[in-house]
Every structure is written in C-alpha cells, then in structure tokens.
C-alpha cells in the first residue's frame, strides 16, 4: 500500500471524514456501503458525511440522515453537487491569488485560504444566507437558506419509515408533484401554502444548519492535522 503523502490536501482518508464529521469510521464505512457517499474521497465526500454527521448530532438515524441529504441535493444546482458551505462567496475578497494555481479550485482550497484571513473567516460563526434543514414530526422536510430570501422556507418533501432502519425513504416534491408545479410565479405556489401548516402546527422540529456543519468539519479537520484540539 502507498504511503500517505504528508500533506493528503483534498483527499481524505476514512479517518478525516469520521474527524471531519463527529462520527466514527464505521459510521463513514456504513453511509459508504449504502451508496451514499460519492466515493471520490475527495472535498464532495467530506461535505456530504459532515452534513449526514450534522442529522446524527441532532438525533436522527444515520440512514435518515443520509436518504434526506442524498434526495435533496436533487434540488439543488451547485458547482460540486453537494450541499453549499457558503465559502464560495469569499472568492472575491480572496482573490485568484489565494488558490494553488494547478488545482481545480474546491471548498477544501477557500477554507485553507480563509484559516490565513482572521478578518474574513471566523470559525464556528453561522451566516444568514446558510442553507438549513428542518425535518417535522420526523416527517415533513422543510430547507431555507440563500443570498436573497434566506428566511423563506420550503417544502421538500416526506420521510416514510423513520423508525425502520435500512428500510427509510425520502420522497422528494419533485417526485410527487407534476413538473408544472416545480417553477411557479411567486405567491402563486399551493402546493408550499398548502405546507405551512405542517411547520405552524408541529409537535418537534429537528434542524441542522448544513452549511455551518461543513465548515466546522474543515476546521476540525485542519485542526487536526495540524496537531491543534478543535474547541
């Protein structure tokens, strides 16, 4: 077997996605032979096992966890397919200068950048634009976040077979809705009037801040190899 290089940069080990995430490496190895990680060990592993690790830390199942965040980033159009940290929005301050000029420029490569920028990067600090994910009654999926309305929420779908392990699902709108019904005029949207209710009217709420949740795990991680304990 090779050995590791000393600086792995954006390849990560099963033991940096379990630091990355709070997890363990059997939780990593689980959400791995359930197809859902993207298996490049790369900057897309860590942001998808950091957001499942984010479900686990505020009680819910691993495999629920891991069925929600893999049907929403169907919902989603970002440059890496997984859910977004919000790092990008550094680049301009940052500049083109900040990033290793031969590698494909990834959230690993703002974070490393902005760990030297104390005036732009604070750890551990949530931002308003953060995409976030509340789960109702261990049902109903609701996601807010964004540069324009980050307070809007959103229905996403239904959980079915929270208690059942192996056996949960997520059915997303986009597979219980008609196409007509996924772009529609604003104040004009039923089917997430329709919805409302189900958020006035919970008994619990489990939320998570995605974003937030991958950015923690950067600095766990960079904490880590750099020999400094997390706070």
């Known amino acids: ?135 109702v009654d261990r049902q109903h999926v609701f996601t807010s976040g964004g540069i324009v309305e980050a307070n809007v929420r959103t229905y996403e779908g239904r959980i079915e077979g929270w208690e059942r392990g192996s056996d949960v699902f997520f059915h997303s709108i986009f597979e219980t809705s008609q196409p007509d019904q996924w772009n529609v005029p604003p104040g004009q949207d039923h089917l997430q009037e329709a919805s409302q209710p189900l958020f006035a009217n919970a008994v619990g709420v489990l939320a998570i801040n995605g974003s937030l949740a991958i950015r923690n795990g950067l600095d766990r991680l960079a904490n880590h190899r750099a020999g400094k304990v997390s706070p």
């Open 1 to 135: 077997m090779p050995r590791r290089p000393k600086d792995p940069a954006d390849v990560f080990s099963h033991s940096d996605l379990a630091i990355a995430s709070n997890t363990t490496k059997r939780s990593v190895q689980l959400m791995a032979d359930n197809g859902l990680l993207p298996g490049d060990r790369g900057i897309r592993d860590l942001k998808r096992i950091c957001v499942i690790g984010a479900f686990v830390s505020a009680g819910a199942p691993i495999l629920v966890g891991g069925r929600v965040v893999e049907k929403l980033l169907w919902s989603l159009n970002q440059s890496d397919g997984e859910l977004p940290s919000r790092l990008i929005d550094f680049d301009r301050k940052l500049g083109p200068a900040a990033f290793p000029s031969d590698r494909e420029i990834s959230d690993y490569w703002r974070h490393r950048a902005l760990l030297s920028r104390p005036d732009l990067y604070r750890s551990g600090e949530a931002f308003s634009s953060d995409f976030r994910v509340e789960i």
